[in-house]
């Protein structure tokens, strides 16, 4: 079992950007993918992005283009870099991996 604790959360304005981090307590092997996930109030939770060396980076429609999803096999992190951040954007981001999930951290977009 891995555990992941995810941070970066917080409040932005439209148009803003953060960086959220997943640290992972074991080794983050390069064939199994990583995955970002999120869930707003009263939705259910949806795909972001993914990412593995067979496959390369992937996208949800709606991300495609303002977020990137990078991972850090030396140090076990996955980051998700959101840029131009939307009210709709607002959620409760998880990082999964081999069905393990953190806590999640809350992003918040308002103006």
């Known amino acids: 079992q891995v555990q992941l604790v995810e941070s970066g959360g917080g409040l932005v304005q439209p148009g803003g950007s953060l960086r959220l981090s997943c640290a992972a307590s074991k080794t983050l092997f390069d064939m199994y993918a990583v995955y970002w996930y999120r869930q707003a109030p009263g939705k259910e939770r949806e795909l972001v992005a993914w990412s593995s060396s067979r496959a390369g980076p992937h996208y949800a429609d709606f991300a495609e283009g303002r977020f990137t999803i990078s991972r850090d096999n030396v140090k076990n992190t996955v980051d998700l870099h959101m840029k131009n951040l939307r009210s709709e954007d607002t959620a409760v981001y998880y990082c999964?991996?081999?069905?393990?999930w953190g806590q999640g951290t809350q992003v918040t977009v308002f103006s």
């Open positions: 999964n991996y081999l069905n393990n």
